[in-house]
Every structure is written in C-alpha cells, then in structure tokens.
C-alpha cells in the first residue's frame, strides 16, 4: 500500500555559490506552503529544466518532445512524478503512467522527471515520509538553507 503524498510545485532555482559555482539548487514547495524540499542538480539539468519550463523553442525535438510523442502514440498519459525515496542525498522517483487501464512506475532520474512533469503539465506528488523530512516546522530543515 503506497503512503500518503503531498503535490509540489517547482517555484524557483538558484544559482550554485561558493567553492562550486556550477551546482544549482531547485526548490519544490509544497501546494500548502509549509514543506520546501532543495534538490541539487548540476548545470545541464538546469539548462533543460529552463528550456522546459520557459518554453523555449528548439531547432530539433528534445529527448522530453520524442517521449512524450511515443506516450501519446502507444495510448499512454502520463500521470505524475512521484518522488518515493531519498537514500543518501539522492531522491528517486517514477513516472506515472497510465496505459489501457493500468498504472505504470517507469523509474527516471528526478531531473528529467521533473522536465517531464512541467512539459506534460502533470503534478509533483512527494511520498509523505519525504515531505515531513523538509517540513518548515523541523528543525533540520535549515542545514540545507
């Protein structure tokens, strides 16, 4: 039995500063406002999640483009991102999709999760277990600010 969740929203990514200017971080907020949850993510995630989210134009389809034509060709929606588990810093998440009347978990890196999700204008759905971690009301919650 799956735990609860929580849908997020991605509001905004900040610039890497320091001793290692090229990470970034984003920042998925809870729908009800008291969980932020920082993701780390290197440059070339940010620059897709950009291109992603600003709807830039490009000279040839991106990789999101091509999967989101094969989903749509095969009879598949997708449902959601579903971010289940943070193990050692990293999170993990499935893509939800629906194909003939079942749900699918297809695993992807949160990053292109996250590009998929905008792209398709599906939720961000956090596992319960996750969201309590980066609540504002905990305490350590501030080391990642």
Same mark, same amino acid.
């Given at each position: 039995? @799956? $735990? %609860?969740?929580?849908?997020?929203?991605? =509001?905004? !990514?900040?610039?890497?500063?320091? %001793?290692? %200017?090229? =990470? +970034?971080?984003? +920042?998925?907020? $809870?729908?009800?406002?008291?969980?932020?949850? %920082?993701?780390?993510?290197?440059?070339?995630?940010? @620059?897709?999640?950009?291109?992603?989210?600003?709807? &830039?134009?490009?000279?040839?389809?991106?990789?999101?483009?091509?999967? @989101?034509?094969?989903?749509? &060709?095969?009879? $598949? =929606? !997708?449902?959601?991102?579903? !971010?289940?588990?943070? +193990?050692?810093? &990293?999170?993990?998440?499935?893509?939800?999709?629906? *194909?003939?009347?079942?749900?699918?978990?297809?695993? !992807?890196?949160?990053?292109?999760?996250?590009?998929?999700?905008? /792209?398709? /204008?599906?939720?961000?759905?956090?596992? @319960? $277990? &996750?969201?309590? *971690?980066?609540?504002?009301?905990?305490?350590?919650?501030?080391?990642?600010?």
């Amino acid at each position: 039995m @799956e $735990s %609860p969740v929580q849908e997020f929203v991605l =509001k905004t !990514i900040v610039n890497g500063i320091g %001793p290692v %200017p090229d =990470k +970034y971080t984003a +920042y998925l907020f $809870s729908k009800n406002g008291n969980v932020v949850i %920082p993701i780390k993510l290197d440059l070339l995630a940010v @620059e897709n999640l950009l291109i992603t989210q600003q709807n &830039i134009p490009q000279a040839r389809p991106t990789l999101y483009d091509t999967f @989101e034509r094969c989903l749509k &060709i095969s009879g $598949s =929606k !997708i449902c959601c991102l579903y !971010i289940y588990l943070m +193990y050692e810093g &990293i999170f993990y998440a499935y893509l939800r999709i629906f *194909q003939n009347g079942k749900t699918l978990d297809v695993d !992807i890196k949160l990053s292109d999760g996250l590009c998929m999700a905008i /792209k398709s /204008k599906v939720p961000i759905m956090v596992d @319960e $277990s &996750i969201a309590s *971690q980066f609540s504002l009301q905990n305490a350590s919650i501030h080391k990642y600010f």
